[in-house]
Structure formats: structure tokens, C-alpha cells
């Protein structure tokens, strides 16, 4: 199986140029950085079969959920799923949010409708909040408020995907990715997805779905508050590029069918010093720490 499902090592981790957000940071310490890695390559894989693969997708996640098992006794064959077994020695996590990841990528193989926002909030708590909760975990982070507030932002940033992909999505998956009663509620049909440039009813659906998912990222600002170090620093990340691939659909008029620019790494920059920087104390060490990493960044 792992020759049949292929996409490589090299292939999955070059993926995270790609990103909104920037996955890992460089100057992060080896060892968490490690396991961001890994927690990126896995959660990469996992998409990459569920969208991709040619074969029985199916049968290639159960494939995965097998590995996932022999990454825990150091026996998995495929290179991406080997970079967990340090992960899952070091920290105390269970299988749950790597299964529902998986879980996310099985419900896609037969369900490519959503009636309410809450459905599609069901879904992002399998395709999205566990890799928050996982990064929490990894910088021994993890308390229930912090959840909770990564859970948001996590549910922000899959918002904003969806946003970014509503074309390629619908006429290449065959999926919607926006609520039933939101489109009946805009006056927006579904050839109005595969359309060349957004109708003026999608780009008022695409706006204020933008202005849902900027009040969930906004619950980044109490998480980083909440954070010192590094971790401050990746969560900030993650939650500015967001905040960055937001500005960029409004600088597009919210016409999300036609090329979209992609968020700058000055914008995102921006975001993040924001997030890191505290309005009325400062927080010496993270803080010019967390400076220095967005100079630096800005400058690659």
C-alpha cells in the first residue's frame, strides 16, 4: 500500500511553502519544531489522500489509521508517518485527533453538502481543531481554556480555506463547503461556483463569511495572550496568516473565483506583531523574541 498511495516525504513537506501561515518557524527549537513537522506531514498526507489519491481512498485511510498504529511501536512504513513515532514517545497524546483528522478526510469521500453553519462547524472539529490541540500539546500547552480558544481559531482558519478554494472545490470535488440556508439566503445558486468571476450575491456571501471567520481568529488575540516563548510565537503565526489571507480577499473585492493573491509575507508579519505584542504590558524576553523572529521572517 505505501507504494500505492505514494506522495513522498519530499513532496508532503515542500507543501508547507504553500501555506497561509507560516507552519514552523526556523529558529523554533529542534525538538518541537520536530514535532510541528510531523504534525504538519501527517495532516498533509491525510488531505492529500482524501483529495487526490486515485486509488480506493477508502482503503488508503484505513491504510493510514494502520500506520498510525505501528508509528506508536516504531514500525510504520511510510517516511511521513515514521516522523510521529518521537512525537507520540515524547508526548502524552492519544489517537483521537489524529483519527479525527482521518475521520474528516473518510466524511469527504461521501458527504459534499452542509445545511447549517453548525454542521460545518461539526466538520471543521474533525478537519481542523485537532492540529490545534495537537500544536498546544506539543509546547505543553493544552488546558481546557486554551482548547477552546484554539478550537476557534482553528475553525477560523479552515473557514478561510474554504473561502480561498469555493472554485476549485466545487467544479474539480464536487463539494460546498458553505452552508445550504446561507446561499438560499444570499440569492446565491451553485452555478454561480463554477462561474469564471464571482456574482455580486457570492461576493456578499463571501464577505460575510470572511467577517465570521475574522471573529473567530480573533480569539488568537486571549490564546497568544495566554502564551509565552515559542509557543506564543507559532500560535500568533498560524492566526495572523489567517488574519493576512482575510486582507488579501478583501483586497480582491471578495471575488474568490478569479486569482487570488497570495498573503503577503509583510501583512502576515504585520498581523503577528500585533498578536505578540501586548497593549499595555510588555512581556520583555517573548516579545523581543517574537520581534526578531517577524524581522528576520520579513527579510527571507
Not at 84 to 104: G, K
Not at 122 to 139: H, K, M, T
Request: glycine share 8%; proline share 4%; net charge negative.
Amino acid at each position: 500500500m505505501q507504494t500505492e498511495v505514494g506522495f513522498d516525504l519530499n513532496s508532503i513537506m515542500a507543501q508547507k511553502g504553500s501555506e497561509n501561515f507560516p507552519v514552523v518557524l526556523k529558529a523554533v527549537p529542534a525538538r518541537p519544531r520536530a514535532h510541528l513537522l510531523a504534525v504538519y506531514g501527517f495532516a498533509r498526507l491525510v488531505d492529500d489522500i482524501g483529495d487526490e489519491y486515485e486509488g480506493d481512498r477508502l482503503a488508503a485511510l484505513d491504510w493510514i489509521e494502520a500506520e498510525l498504529a505501528r508509528a506508536r511501536t516504531g514500525e510504520a512504513t511510510h517516511p511521513v508517518m515514521g516522523q510521529l513515532t518521537s512525537l507520540l514517545a515524547d508526548l502524552d497524546v492519544d489517537d483521537e485527533p489524529f483519527l479525527a483528522l482521518i475521520e474528516a478526510n473518510r466524511l469527504d469521500q461521501r458527504k459534499h453538502r452542509y445545511q447549517t453553519q453548525a454542521e460545518l462547524a461539526e466538520y471543521c472539529s474533525l478537519s481542523a481543531n485537532p492540529v490545534g490541540r495537537l500544536v498546544l500539546a506539543i509546547f505543553g500547552a493544552a488546558t481546557p481554556e486554551r482548547i477552546a480558544l484554539s478550537d476557534a481559531v482553528c475553525t477560523g482558519l479552515q473557514l478561510v480555506e474554504h473561502l480561498q478554494d469555493i472554485g476549485e472545490d466545487y467544479t474539480e470535488k464536487g463539494r460546498i463547503y458553505f452552508p445550504a440556508d446561507e446561499l438560499a439566503r444570499f440569492g446565491v445558486v451553485e452555478a454561480d461556483l463554477g462561474a469564471d468571476r464571482a456574482s455580486d450575491p457570492l461576493k456578499r456571501l463571501v464577505a460575510h463569511q470572511c467577517d465570521s471567520a475574522r471573529g473567530l481568529l480573533g480569539r488568537g488575540r486571549p490564546l497568544v495572550a495566554s502564551l509565552s516563548g515559542w509557543a506564543k510565537v507559532t500560535v500568533a503565526g498560524y492566526a495572523a496568516g489567517g488574519l493576512a489571507a482575510l486582507d488579501a480577499i478583501v483586497g480582491a473585492e471578495h471575488d474568490v473565483l478569479r486569482k487570488l493573491r497570495t498573503p503577503s509575507k509583510a501583512r502576515t508579519a504585520f498581523h503577528l506583531t500585533r498578536l505578540v505584542t501586548p497593549r499595555q504590558v510588555t512581556e520583555a524576553p517573548a516579545v523581543r523574541a517574537a520581534q526578531g523572529v517577524v524581522a528576520r521572517w520579513r527579510r527571507r
